[in-house]
T-cell receptor, first 115, second 115 residues
C-alpha cells in the first residue's frame, strides 16, 4: 500500500522569497509521484510529475521537485514565489497493478504568499 | 473539449435523502474516479472505473454506489445521505495505463451539505 505525508499544513512566505513544501511517501513498490495545486474554489490542476528518468522535474511556472528514492521524498521548491502562487498544494502517489491509476494524496499544504 | 464536467456545483440534502452526482468527460478516457475532499484529510478515493462496465471500490466506498454504462459518464449515487457525507466531491479521469499516462484530470467539484 502507498501513503503520503505532508508535514507542513500551512506555509507562510514573503513574496520573492524561496519556498520548499515537503512530501514523503511510503510504498513497497516503485511509484509515480505528482504535485497538484488547488486554487480557491477550484478543482485540482497537475503541477508536475515524476514517472521515470531524470529525478529533477520542472513545471512551466518555476516550481521544481526532486525525486529522492533513498529518502522517499519528493519535495517541491520554488526559488522566488509570487502572490499568485497562494494556493493549496497536494502531493500524490500512484503505483502498479490493479487500480494503478489510483492516486493516494497527502493532506495538503496551504501556501500563503505575503506581500 | 470541455474536459471533466460535474453537476450540480452545490447541493443541500436532508439526512436520508438520496441523490446522484453527475460526472462526464469528453476526452475518451478509460479511467474515471471519484474523490471526496475533507479539511485536513486531503482527497480520498471513493470508487473508480478502468473502463465501461467495470467499477471497483476505493478507500471510502461505504454509502456510495457507482456505475459506468458508457465511457463518458460516471455518476456517483448517495443511497441515504448522512451528515458525515458533507464534503466536496471531485470526479477525475485519465487515459489509463493503455494510454501510457497516470496523470488525472479533475472536474471543478460538487460541494455537498447534508443537514
Amino acid at each position: 500500500a502507498q501513503s503520503v505525508t505532508q508535514l507542513d499544513s500551512q506555509v507562510p512566505v514573503f513574496e520573492e522569497a524561496p519556498v520548499e513544501l515537503r512530501c514523503n511517501y511510503s510504498s513497497s513498490v516503485s511509484v509515480y509521484l505528482f504535485w497538484y495545486v488547488q486554487y480557491p474554489n477550484q478543482g485540482l490542476q497537475l503541477l508536475l510529475k515524476y514517472l521515470s528518468g531524470s529525478t529533477l522535474v520542472e513545471s512551466i511556472n518555476g516550481f521544481e521537485a526532486e525525486f529522492n528514492k533513498s529518502q522517499t521524498s519528493f519535495h517541491l521548491r520554488k526559488p522566488s514565489v509570487h502572490i499568485s502562487d497562494t494556493a493549496e498544494y497536494f502531493c500524490a502517489v500512484s503505483g502498479f497493478g490493479t487500480g494503478a491509476n489510483n492516486l493516494f494524496f497527502g493532506t495538503g499544504t496551504r501556501l500563503t504568499v505575503i506581500p | 473539449n470541455a474536459g471533466v464536467t460535474q453537476t450540480p456545483k452545490f447541493q443541500v440534502l436532508k439526512t436520508g435523502q438520496s441523490m446522484t452526482l453527475q460526472c462526464a468527460q469528453d476526452m475518451n478516457h478509460e479511467y474515471m474516479s471519484w474523490y471526496r475532499q475533507d479539511p485536513g484529510m486531503g482527497l480520498r478515493l471513493i470508487h473508480y472505473s478502468v473502463g465501461a462496465g467495470i467499477t471497483d471500490q476505493g478507500e471510502v466506498p461505504n454509502g456510495y454506489n457507482v456505475s459506468r454504462s458508457t465511457t463518458e459518464d460516471f455518476p456517483l449515487r448517495l443511497l441515504s445521505a448522512a451528515p458525515s457525507q458533507t464534503s466536496v466531491y471531485f470526479c477525475a479521469s485519465s487515459p489509463g495505463l493503455s494510454g501510457g499516462a497516470h496523470e488525472q484530470f479533475f472536474g471543478p467539484g460538487t460541494r455537498l451539505t447534508v443537514l
